[in-house]
């Protein structure tokens, strides 16, 4: 099983971005998706998830700013980040919600002027 984010790169305040994580195996097709996310120095936090039916909820610091969706006949969760500040640069990562198994490497998101 394989989880392969992208779409991450540097993008000043207030722009926006959008990831994609591709997913194999059945990991993806039986259970709700997140987004991660780890900045330097912290722990991984969750800041979106969304259920096989679609059900979506999105932690307080980006909630308004962030929309997560997936495309079930693709294996792929995407995350449409706009007016990004600093304090979201971090490596973003997607999983299933609890997490299993392996992480994938992670995309960088860095949010500079």
């Known amino acids: 099983v394989q989880l392969v984010e992208s779409g991450g790169g540097l993008v000043q305040p207030g722009g926006s971005l959008r990831l994609s994580c591709a997913a194999s195996?059945?990991?993806?097709?039986?259970?709700?998706m997140g987004w991660y996310r780890q900045a330097p120095g912290k722990q991984r936090e969750l800041v979106a998830t969304?259920?096989?039916?679609?059900?979506?909820n999105y932690a307080d610091s980006v909630k308004g700013r962030f929309t997560v969706s997936r495309d079930n006949a693709k294996n792929t969760v995407y995350l449409q980040m706009n007016s990004l500040k600093p304090e979201d640069t971090a490596v973003y990562y997607c999983?299933?919600?609890?997490?299993?198994?392996?992480w994938g490497q992670g995309t960088q998101v860095t949010v500079s002027s």
């Open positions: 999983n299933t919600v609890p997490a299993l198994g392996d």
């Open positions: 195996g059945s990991r993806f097709r039986i259970n709700a």
């Open positions: 969304i259920t096989l039916d679609g059900s979506i």
